[in-house]
């Protein structure tokens, strides 16, 4: 007691200057995060994962001594940041004498790393939030993609509640666009939504869908997934696949498949939803051999490395002609498919001649062009593809 006499009596004779820190921050990890920029007049809502990401940063930032005793900051504020949970809570941020800061209003005042801060310029400027719907625990994003197939009259739900148009659905069975939509699940990661009468689909966020194929099935499956659209080029290498995966014990090597999966916060992590056959990687299948309707007499094959010159192989020995002729037998070719899968160290051009002078040419490295008609080969269906025959005609190191 008499110490506790002791301490009071020194404050007040010599004044107590020391304020304690402001505390630690922590945020409820489904809180949804809006970056503001003040001098742009933008507002950016973050998805899901954006917004943990950034509730990340922002308790990473040193609590100071400096007191925050009105509703916002008197000095120029920059950017502010709103995390909506079960409240709204806003953190201002600013720059004073060489240094950044973010105030939380009668809470405290916290220092930000200069990278962070000057990063919410950028965080800030994005494009204008996407329609979204969030439906049992999965927020869904407008694809602007009408479905025209016919559906069954039972819906799956209702939206009932709305958020502002720049903010995401926090809650189940609502939108950022209004209420009264009616609902159907659909594919693997899809849902639905009948606005002015027309099926919109939404894609669940994270959730990607492509056409794969099978390269090597040993240890582990290595697929090579190709392109079709902006969204599923960020998901072009996709991590290999544990060899006793079930949704792939009827395949094989060479097939082709639609893959939909959900990209995980882990780098390089995938859950993999689904896994159906596919046939719009390659349509129309033909030989090569099937264009060439004469007995060639001379075939010239021209290598095109990646140097300034190229060599050139003449072949007119007849049995030699038929020794190439029979291999190229085994490759096949198709009429189209999505995206050649690139150009190899090598491309090659071969021409045909018979007796009276006719040539049929075939060139490229993944496109065959016969008759100005283009053709496209597979690289990985068999061993034995149109650039490994064919490099073994030269000696290039």
């Not at 962070?116 to 979204?132: D, G, H, R």
């Not at 502002?164 to 950022?176: K, M, T, V, W």
């Not at 099978?214 to 060899?243: F, W």
Request: glycine share 4%.
């Amino acid at each position: 007691m008499r110490k506790l006499i002791v301490m009071i009596v020194c404050c007040l004779i010599y004044g107590c200057t020391s304020v304690p820190k402001a505390p630690e921050l922590n945020f409820p990890e489904n809180a949804q995060a809006v970056v503001c920029n003040m001098d742009q007049q933008v507002r950016n809502s973050l998805n899901e994962e954006q917004s943990a990401e950034m509730i990340k940063m922002l308790e990473e930032m040193i609590p100071t001594n400096k007191q925050s005793i009105h509703d916002r900051p008197v000095q120029k504020i920059d950017y502010y940041i709103e995390l909506n949970h079960e409240r709204e809570e806003v953190l201002y941020f600013y720059s004073e004498n060489g240094k950044y800061y973010a105030e939380l209003p009668y809470t405290g005042i916290y220092e930000c790393h200069e990278d962070f801060y000057k990063s919410l310029n950028e965080i800030s400027s994005v494009e204008e939030t996407k329609k979204a719907v969030k439906i049992n625990e999965k927020l869904y994003l407008c694809t602007d993609e009408i479905i025209s197939e016919i559906r069954c009259g039972v819906m799956d739900g209702v939206i009932s509640s709305a958020i502002e148009s720049y903010r995401y659905p926090i809650e189940n069975n609502q939108s950022n666009f209004g209420t009264g939509y009616e609902y159907q699940y659909s594919e693997v990661g899809m849902v639905d939504v009948v606005i002015d009468g027309e099926w919109i689909r939404f894609k669940e966020e994270g959730v990607y869908s492509c056409v794969a194929e099978i390269i090597e099935m040993k240890d582990t499956i290595l697929l090579y997934p190709y392109i079709e659209d902006i969204e599923t080029a960020e998901v072009r290498n996709i991590p290999e696949i544990d060899i006793n995966h079930k949704m792939f014990e009827d395949y094989e090597i060479g097939d082709t498949v639609r893959l939909t999966f959900r990209q995980l916060q882990k780098k390089g992590s995938i859950e993999i939803l689904q896994v159906l056959p596919d046939d719009t990687l390659y349509q129309r299948a033909y030989r090569i051999t099937d264009f060439i309707e004469f007995n060639p007499v001379k075939i010239e094959i021209v290598a095109l490395p990646n140097t300034e010159y190229s060599q050139t192989v003449v072949i007119e020995n007849q049995k030699e002609i038929n020794e190439l002729m029979h291999k190229l037998d085994s490759i096949v070719i198709y009429d189209q498919f999505i995206e050649p899968r690139g150009a190899g160290k090598i491309s090659y051009e071969m021409k045909f001649f018979d007796q009276k002078g006719n040539e049929i040419l075939i060139c490229d490295y993944s496109q065959i062009i016969v008759n100005e008609i283009k053709y496209f080969y597979r690289w990985t269906k068999t061993d034995n593809t149109l650039s490994a025959l064919l490099e073994q005609y030269f000696d290039f190191k």
